[in-house]
């Protein structure tokens, strides 16, 4: 749904504590990503590995690439869920004596958390690729 402003109207500059709570919403959303992703991590990994030590016991025809994909993928997997976690520990304790000294800490603090949670979801596609490629390759050595 579009909005439309009529007439003038005058914008009051966000205060302080606006701000806290902006920079406080957008890292509760980091750390909601991250458990999202290492939940999807830990269930697309024990698909992978049970996929994997499958192959490896019956022994079956498949190419040297199939097993390569699904080692990959375990990898890209463990890499996502690693900076996962690492996107939402806590941080080390900074000595703050004002709000705006608190406001630069949080951004600096949300823009590491970013970061890793950017490479988390990165990874976590590589891995999701690879493991469809991985599915796809195994398939058609079965047929």
Do not use: H, Q, W
């Amino acid at each position: 749904m579009r909005i439309r402003l009529k007439g003038p109207i005058e914008l009051e500059p966000a205060s302080l504590d606006d701000l806290l709570k902006a920079v406080d919403g957008n890292r509760t959303r980091i750390r909601s990503l991250a458990s999202m992703i290492l939940s999807v991590c830990g269930m697309l990994l024990s698909s992978t590995f049970v996929i994997l030590f499958f192959i490896l016991k019956e022994k079956l025809p498949v190419s040297y690439a199939t097993r390569v994909a699904l080692l990959a993928t375990a990898g890209c997997l463990l890499a996502s869920a690693t900076m996962g976690v690492l996107s939402a520990l806590p941080p080390l304790p900074v000595a703050i004596y004002g709000k705006i000294e608190m406001i630069d800490a949080l951004m600096a603090l949300y823009g590491r958390e970013y970061r890793r949670a950017i490479a988390s979801v990165v990874f976590l596609f590589l891995g999701l690729a690879g493991f469809v490629g991985a599915l796809v390759m195994f398939g058609m050595a079965s047929l």
